[in-house]
């Protein structure tokens, strides 16, 4: 009878310890959709959907260990107040165009084609609030330029 009962508690902690062990890496993969971004350039209006990497952690993770970034979609870095920032790309996957945002939403620098696992620091040239990271390429055919004004919830115009 306690080998039998044993057996039956050893088969639920299994179970559930599958079921947590899987669950967090299903739901961990799931990355949280903040909203969408609008970039106005001299020509037309272009969306966005975007995370929101607002913490410490979620500023410092970004878009590492990532194998592919879909068109249309990107991360929003918020750093709070207007600052000097500086990335790198180590243990990221895909490369990357980064558009440097200044606090009123202007774009202030792009640093196009940021390659996979470069470990080169890549800095604002000036103090800003916000960074969007997209795929590499994936909005060249709108001719985002410096100047253009980015549109978004948390971003004050």
């Keep these: 009878m306690a ?9 639920n902690l299994t179970s559930a310890l599958f079921l947590l062990v899987f669950s967090s890496l299903a739901y961990g993969e799931e990355k949280a959709v903040d909203g969408v971004l609008t970039i106005q350039t001299q020509t037309e209006d272009v969306s966005l959907t975007v995370e929101l990497a607002q913490t410490p ?35 990221t996957f895909i490369p990357l165009d980064m558009y440097f945002i200044r606090s009123n939403g202007d774009i202030a620098y792009i640093h ?34 410096e100047g253009d004004k980015v549109v978004y919830k948390a971003i004050k115009q």
């Design 112 to 145: 196009p084609n940021a390659r996979p696992h470069d470990e080169t620091i890549i800095s604002s040239p000036e103090p800003v609030r916000w960074v969007l990271e997209v795929a590499a390429g994936s909005l060249s055919e709108f001719r985002i330029e």
């Design 57 to 91: 952690e979620a500023r410092s993770n970004g878009l590492m260990y990532r194998k592919n970034l879909s068109k249309g979609h990107g991360m929003l870095f918020d750093f709070k107040t207007a600052r000097e920032v500086h990335f790198w790309m180590k243990n």
């Design 3 to 11: 080998k039998k009962l044993l057996k039956t508690c050893f088969k």
